[in-house]
């Protein structure tokens, strides 16, 4: 199921506490780009057709990551790429947009996809996973 644009970034707008759409949708975009780095094949394409069209290609085409990142270091690069942003800041818009990315995902796939991903990012998006 496709989530359509407008119920995505409302979503996301309010996990994250923004003051406007245009702030949800630059905190989509950056997130979404790097996440695609660190997904691949079935997955990212799984994931890609559940998310609104303009943010699957997004994730189609990411920010190019020579590794996968630790969870504290995606942070930090979500950081760099959003003007204005801080740890604590990016912390959130990455948590606000994961969170809804894992509803949209759904639990089978979130579990694939967390299995891509180095540990601890269940907890960027939202769904601690049993140790």
Known sequence: MNLRREAF??????RGEYDSLQEAERAARVVLALLGAHLVGEVRAQLAARLPEDF??????PLQSAEPLPPERFVRATAAWIEGATEQTAAW???AVLST????????L?????LQLPAGYDLLFGRPQPA
């Not at 970034?9 to 309010?14: A, H, I, M, N, S």
């Not at 979130?110 to 967390?114: A, C, K, V």
């Open 9 to 14: 970034l409302d979503r996301v707008k309010e």
């Open 56 to 61: 699957a290609l997004i994730l189609l085409n």
């Open 93 to 95: 818009d990455v948590s």
């Open 101 to 108: 990315a894992a509803d949209a995902a759904g639990d089978d």
């Open 110 to 114: 979130l579990g694939q996809i967390l």
